[in-house]
């Protein structure tokens, strides 16, 4: 691995599960349909936290689809896809937070039953998506990402649910705008670890491409 310079040669490259790739183009998949669910249910709704996880799902097919395309590319590449994943988580927690911000300020409840309804769905969809990556979680930083959106989209989901109910109980805003908030954490924090790896991993990769 010491004089592959480009992390193109053959020992850099992945051996690729085919039960793992086929898993990522059934995330895709649920993925871009659960964006447009939920962008039809939150705009409907008034959930600000439901946006929020459309958002999410819309950027998560994204990341399953640049996890696709480098799949069978050397551990150098997917370092830097991976990157790319937790650059997006970070902005994505940084919009989620300014959103919420500015509906804070309107101050109007979101209509809680068609909130709960599309978080149970939501639920199911990522809880599917979750158990098919839950065996690859283990795996670099590419494939640690995947797992970290489909692990923090099933507990978005849960705590949306809660924030229906929250909203249907005090007649208030405030469960559905704490709900993406911690949305926003949860991204920042997963943005945050998946950098980190693939930063390790791309300075590993260097430093074995140097020249003794």
Not at 28 to 52: P, R
Not at 58 to 80: F, I, K, P
Not at 95 to 108: D, N, P, Q, Y
Not at 116 to 137: C, E, P, T
Request: positive net charge; charged residues 10%.
């Amino acid at each position: 691995m010491s004089t592959c310079c480009s992390g193109e040669c053959s020992s850099a490259r992945a051996v690729v599960s085919p039960r793992f790739r086929k898993a990522l183009w059934v995330a895709l998949a649920i993925n871009a349909l659960m964006f447009l669910v939920e962008t039809v249910g939150g705009l409907h709704a008034g959930s600000v936290s439901l946006l929020a996880d459309a958002i999410d799902f819309a950027g998560d097919a994204a990341n399953y689809g640049l996890s696709l395309a480098v799949l069978s590319m050397g551990l150098l590449w997917r370092a830097r896809a991976a990157l790319v994943k937790g650059l997006t988580m970070g902005v994505y927690g940084l919009f989620v937070l300014g959103k919420t911000a500015w509906t804070a300020m309107s101050g109007i409840p979101p209509e809680p039953v068609t909130m709960g309804a599309i978080a149970v769905l939501a639920l199911l969809a990522n809880g599917s998506v979750a158990a098919m990556l839950h065996a690859f979680r283990d795996g670099d930083a590419n494939m640690r990402s995947v797992w970290l959106c489909s692990r923090n989209d099933a507990i978005v989901n849960v705590a949306v649910g809660l924030a229906a109910v929250g909203v249907l109980g005090t007649g208030t805003a405030w469960p559905d705008l704490l709900v993406a908030v911690v949305i926003a954490g949860l991204a920042l924090l997963a943005g945050r670890s998946v950098v980190r790896q693939a930063r390790g991993e791309i300075a590993a990769h260097a430093a074995a491409a140097t020249p003794a």
